[in-house]
């Protein structure tokens, strides 16, 4: 194909032939990146209401710097004497951001740095060898892709993406990437680690939840045996790459959403790019080196009923440095029904969501377009 036909002239009039630039735009916006464009294809124009604010043109758009400090979870105090301490900060996290970064974490920094280095170099290979992996089928254990939903989008968002599923590990294994040679053997490790931790922070979590939890008086019904059900639940990874974009205040890397799990362990390199929102407003999360965002999903806010709330949060974008994140999604297997845990609710707190299921949450999202918080407002009963 000719790339002169999907060039944008001044006045972004750029289709001579609709098909061919629909072709363009599926390869995704490292191959658009690196062949045309001095301005952004209107394929990729937010509305001006959506569109990242307080930026002009050529500006990294930084809204509302860093007048927030996201909650700090210091993992190694969990242990000590702190406990209770660290637990009530956790609750105020969960409860009033949805969302905290936590360091210490006990990760060696050689697997998470191993995650990144192979996340990138994945996108560094050709475009026939990522091609590959590329599919419309939301079941399918690995996907390479480009937006958010590249079947329904619109509006498309400055994204690549590589998910892959990770449990049971040993029947996913053989469909994840076979290039780079390493892939492989530095996102089992990876995997594991996250997967640990995932079960560490929900272990905190259900105790501050004051659902017991202590060695020596724990009953299932008091956490509704979850942490049970978490052990052998679902993870799905998400390596998102954001190549640098022509005009980053027009458009988002993704739009805003929840994620749908209990908890997701975000990994980003040093370059800014995710926001949350707070209060209404948005706000970046500064990166800290070698730590994790935190984010709550539908999931734990279904089973809190309520009382944790997923956060709502996107990607921007930038004019100049390349962005590289890794979403760990973690929940109870795909077959189990999430509900509010009795515990939870009572009279003067009855319960606020209906049963739901994963098979309900991938119809929705295969069938359309992301929302904000749209899939979980069709679960509320109040
Ligand atoms: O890249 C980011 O910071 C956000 C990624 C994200 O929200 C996701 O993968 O669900
Ligand atoms: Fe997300």
Request: aromatic share 10%; proline share 7%.
């Amino acid at each position: 194909m000719s790339l002169s036909m999907v060039r944008v002239d001044e006045n972004r009039k750029e289709e001579e032939d609709p098909l061919l630039e629909s072709q363009l735009y599926q390869k995704g916006v490292k191959h658009l990146s690196e062949n045309v464009v001095a301005k952004l294809p209107k394929k990729y124009i937010w509305p001006v209401s959506e569109r990242p604010n307080n930026a002009t043109k050529g500006e990294v758009p930084y809204t509302f710097k860093s007048n927030l400090n996201l909650p700090i979870i210091d993992f190694a105090e969990l242990e000590g004497s702190n406990r209770s301490q660290i637990l009530k900060a956790l609750a105020n996290a969960c409860e009033h951001y949805g969302c905290f970064q936590v360091v210490n974490h006990g990760i060696p920094c050689d697997v998470t740095s191993s995650m990144m280095d192979v996340g990138k170099r994945f996108f560094e290979l050709p475009f026939e060898e990522r091609e590959k992996y590329m599919t419309s089928n939301m079941h399918s254990p690995v996907r390479y892709g480009t937006s958010f939903n590249q079947s329904k989008d619109r509006v498309f968002s400055w994204r690549d993406f590589l998910k892959f599923m990770c449990h049971p590990l040993s029947d996913m294994l053989p469909h994840w990437p076979s290039s780079p040679m390493d892939f492989r053997k530095l996102a089992v490790a990876y995997v594991n680690e996250t997967k640990h931790l995932f079960l560490m922070l929900m272990e905190a979590i259900v105790e501050s939840l004051g659902l017991a939890i202590t060695n020596n008086n724990i009953t299932r019904q008091d956490n509704d045996n979850i942490l049970e059900e978490l052990k052998d639940g679902s993870q799905l990874m998400v390596v998102n790459f954001y190549p640098p974009c022509p005009e980053p205040h027009l458009t988002l890397g993704m739009p805003p959403h929840s994620d749908y799990g209990f908890l997701t362990l975000l990994l980003q390199d040093e370059v800014e790019g995710l926001q949350i929102q707070f209060q209404e407003k948005w706000v970046t999360v500064q990166p800290i080196p070698g730590s994790f965002v935190i984010n709550v999903g539908d999931h734990l806010e279904i089973f809190s009923n309520g009382r944790y709330k997923s956060v709502l949060h996107r990607a921007i974008v930038n004019s100049t440095r390349p962005r590289i994140s890794v979403a760990s999604l973690h929940s109870v297997p795909v077959t189990t029904t999430i509900r509010p845990c009795p515990k939870l609710t009572t009279e003067t707190n009855p319960r606020r969501y209906m049963d739901t299921d994963f098979a309900t949450f991938l119809e929705y999202a295969s069938s359309s377009e992301p929302k904000k918080k749209n899939f979980l407002e069709s679960r509320k009963l109040i």
